[in-house]
């Protein structure tokens, strides 16, 4: 069973358009929901994280906004640039000792 | 210079033969994992370590052995290989186990099976 489900699996948006990246997830005792972004041929990092305290967390063009009743987020990209053509990963620390990801976004944004 | 590094960085196996991937981490951090990556299963949990203990194991199969000799060390023995193991193989560590630590990975161990 898929703890963390992403969607849609690609998207393609031209430069300087928003692009949303949607998350939900299933246990609800998640606490932490960072967003880590791959790029080809490199290693995922970290790109932002929220608590469920907040319902938003917002970094430079970067904005996740959170529904806890929904169990649902979204990563907004505004202002998108070619320099962020990348996978985006959702992922959640389960109760248990693992961080689960979700099966990822590939970003291309079309200059 | 990465400060999680891992060895090697490509590699092709002959189906049924046995690898070891190394990983050391130079973060000082205290929990190490493994994932997996393939096209198939993107950035798959296999195990997590903390202290040199392991904590969590997602692997249905033995094959797969984690080895920690030293805390900075997580080293992965794969036995028995098949042309499904095929994928790459992150080394990833955070400073504790707990919920809101940053994963950091290393740069990946590419393995092809033939």
């Known amino acids: 069973q898929q703890q963390v489900r992403q969607s849609p699996q690609s998207l393609t948006v031209w430069e300087g358009e928003t692009a949303i990246l949607n998350c939900s997830y299933e246990?609800?005792?998640?606490?932490?929901f960072p967003w880590y972004w791959q790029f080809p041929r490199e290693s995922p990092a970290l790109l932002i994280a929220?608590?469920?305290?907040?319902n938003k967390k917002e970094d430079g063009r970067f904005t996740i906004f959170f529904n806890k009743r929904e169990k649902k987020l979204s990563l907004h990209i505004t202002d998108s640039q070619p320099g962020d053509s990348a996978t985006y990963f959702c992922?959640?620390?389960?109760?248990?000792?693992?961080?689960?990801f979700g099966s990822g976004t590939r970003l291309l944004v079309s200059p | 210079d990465p400060k999680i590094i891992q060895k090697p960085k490509y590699l092709v196996a002959v189906t049924g033969s046995e690898k070891i991937l190394i990983c050391e981490q130079y973060?000082?951090?205290?929990?190490m994992y493994w994932y997996r990556q393939s096209a198939k299963k993107p950035l798959e949990f296999m195990f997590s370590?903390?202290?040199?203990?392991?904590?969590d194991n997602q692997t249905a199969s033995s094959r797969f052995q984690p080895q920690s000799s030293k805390k900075n060390h997580l080293d992965l023995q794969i036995t028995a290989l098949k042309p499904d193991d095929s994928a790459t193989y992150f080394c990833?560590?955070?400073?504790?186990?707990?919920?809101?630590?940053?994963?950091?990975f290393g740069e990946g161990s590419r393995l092809i099976v033939v």
């Open positions: 990833a560590s955070s400073q504790e186990l707990n919920s809101g630590n940053t994963l950091y």
């Open positions: 246990d609800s005792t998640f606490d932490y």
């Open positions: 929220i608590r469920p305290v907040s």
């Open positions: 992922a959640a620390p389960t109760g248990g000792y693992k961080v689960v």
């Open positions: 973060l000082g951090h205290n929990a």
């Open positions: 370590y903390s202290y040199q203990k392991l904590m």
